[in-house]
């Protein structure tokens, strides 16, 4: 009955194995979905931040791209620094009303600001093949509250 129970053992290690693995992968799998999320969303949040900063602040393009960043309009003028790790203002595109390059002919107002945030470079967690990939484009409109000649 000694050796039925000792090659049991060996089984017990090999199941062990086989469940760790298992639950390993899922639980990396879901690490590298909610920081997939955590991330989108924080650029979400930037970018709204900006284009709510712009609405107001038309016309200084260079705070826009601070507060999407720093959440800051003078940058790092102050000590800020970046709200998330890698983001900087080369990322931060900034269409204001007038600019003849992003202008939508669409729209028959012209006073929309448009902030995007795009470029942004994500590691998962995976030890084995880590991934690196880049967070899709994320875009925000808002009406901006320059006058609008007529």
Not at 4 to 32: I, M, P, W, Y
Not at 100 to 114: K, Y
Not at 119 to 146: C, D, H, K
Request: with cysteine.
């Amino acid at each position: 009955m000694r050796k039925k129970r000792n090659s049991q053992n060996g089984q017990v290690f090999v199941e062990s194995a086989l469940v760790l693995l298992v639950f390993l992968s899922f639980l990396l799998g879901t690490l590298d979905v909610g920081q997939y999320m955590y991330f989108h969303e924080s650029l979400n949040e930037r970018a709204r931040a900006a284009a709510r900063y712009g609405a107001v602040n038309w016309s200084d393009r260079t705070g826009i791209q601070n507060v999407a960043v720093f959440n800051d309009p003078s940058g790092t003028t102050n000590g800020a620094t970046a709200a998330l790790p890698g983001l900087t203002t080369a990322m931060v595109a900034v269409c204001l009303p007038g600019d003849a390059s992003c202008a939508d002919p669409g729209n028959t107002v012209d006073s929309v600001i448009t902030v995007t945030i795009s470029g942004y470079q994500m590691v998962t967690f995976n030890l084995l093949m880590p991934q690196a990939f880049t967070n899709q484009p994320i875009t925000v409109s808002l009406p901006s509250e320059r006058p609008v000649s007529n």
